[in-house]
């Protein structure tokens, strides 16, 4: 993606008195991310700023997040788990309060969140406003083979109904399912214009239905984007952000923006997430953990980062700085233009985040999809 070390010179100009200014002794600030879900340069310079070393550890879903907290076996500093999760966290005790006068580059006015990223806030429970710091956001939505002649054109008219029915789409349209029970539970009860979380039993059999009569050539998850690509597959429910994780490696490698032979489509109702910084209650190093949320907020740091990350920036101030570029950097033209097509800034955005589920109910969904997927 972007080749953020031409930032570095400047960003290491504007750090260089709190670096000599920093603490002697190395501390350990230890992290729980998603994979790939980072810019390490950026990670480097807050290294050298306070002289710490930054220790990140994996997690795939938020389900191994919650576990790994709430066994204690590591004392992490800071976790970056998605809205529901925040919530369940927070019921459960395991988050302590952020400290915003800790955080200097929080300012809701000259600083501000994005619109759709506010929507999406908005609709979390209101006790943990204090708890979390949004680190990016974004959506689910459909990508598609452009190579099928009609697709964009029935995906833009029928939105939902096209990848449901195909009566609404060319014919032979080969379709994906992303392989995760909520997720093709919520897809099915935003195409009867259902809420996606209210999971009753009679839901859960309409859904049954359609996932059925739907009849998906494959269910999978990071492979659907790969099969698109590769003319494998022509429609498939996927994340936002993982499309443009894949267009961005091929602008990178030179492919010109018209030329890349996938795109998505983002239904004007569909699922929304933001995954934030939350602060564990047994955290060590909180201090410090205050400090690297608010060196993310820093709009330059957070344009650094995004730069690497295919989500939305939560900063109104890096979303501009984006789609605001004027030159002849083709690579940045392309990302402004990406920007704008995908991560509109519009307040009329309906983006509806998921919401934690008890395993009883996880089990009801996924038996429900494997008989889907066997037939039974």
């Known amino acids: 993606m972007l080749n953020a070390k031409r930032y570095l010179l400047l960003l290491i100009l504007l750090f260089i008195p709190i670096v000599l200014s920093g603490c002697n ?17 950026a ?41 529901y999760m925040i919530e369940k966290m927070y019921l459960k005790g395991l988050l302590q309060e952020i400290d915003y006068a800790k955080l200097s580059n929080y300012d809701p006015i000259n600083n501000n969140y994005l619109q759709g990223l506010t929507s999406i806030m908005d609709s979390m429970m ?8 949004p680190y990016f956001w974004g959506t689910f939505g459909l990508m598609y083979n452009k190579r099928v002649e009609g697709l ?3 995906l833009e008219t029928y939105q939902w109904n096209a990848y449901f029915e195909p009566s609404l789409r060319p014919s032979g349209t080969r379709t994906g399912m992303y392989d995760t029970p909520q997720y ?40 659907l984007k790969k099969s698109i ?68 907020l820093d709009p330059e740091i957070a344009y650094m980062n995004a730069s690497v990350v295919g989500y939305a920036t939560p900063l109104q101030n890096s979303y501009d700085m984006i789609v605001n570029y004027v030159g002849d950097d083709q690579w940045l033209n392309d990302w402004a233009r990406a920007y704008l097509e995908y991560y509109e800034d519009t307040p009329d955005f309906e983006g509806t985040p ?23």
């Open 25 to 41: 002794q190395k501390n350990q600030l230890l992290i729980l991310n998603w994979g790939e879900y980072i810019n390490e340069d």
């Open 43 to 83: 990670v480097a310079l807050f290294e050298d700023m306070y002289n710490v070393q930054v220790t990140i550890s994996y997690a795939d879903s938020n389900e191994l997040f919650y576990s790994k907290l709430k066994s204690g076996t590591t004392a992490y500093d800071l976790i970056l788990p998605s809205d």
């Open 126 to 133: 209101p006790e943990t406003a204090n708890y979390y710091v």
């Open 152 to 154: 964009k054109e029935a």
């Open 184 to 223: 093709a539970f919520a897809a099915a009860m935003l195409y009867q214009d259902l809420d996606p979380n209210d999971i009753s039993q009679q839901n859960i059999e309409l859904a049954s239905q359609i996932l059925k009569d739907a009849n998906f050539s494959v269910w999978a998850d990071d492979q």
């Open 229 to 296: 690509a590769a003319n494998n597959l022509d429609l498939a429910f996927v994340w936002t952000g993982d499309f443009l994780d894949m267009l961005y490696v091929d602008l990178g490698d030179g492919v010109a923006y018209d030329d890349v032979n996938y795109d998505i489509f983002v239904p004007d109702r569909t699922i929304a997430f933001v995954d934030a910084f939350v602060i564990p209650h047994n955290a060590r190093h909180v201090d410090l953990a205050h400090e690297f949320i608010n060196f993310f």
């Open 354 to 376: 998921l919401e934690s589920l008890d395993q009883a109910v996880v089990s009801q969904l996924t038996l429900m999809v494997n008989n889907v997927k066997t037939g039974s």
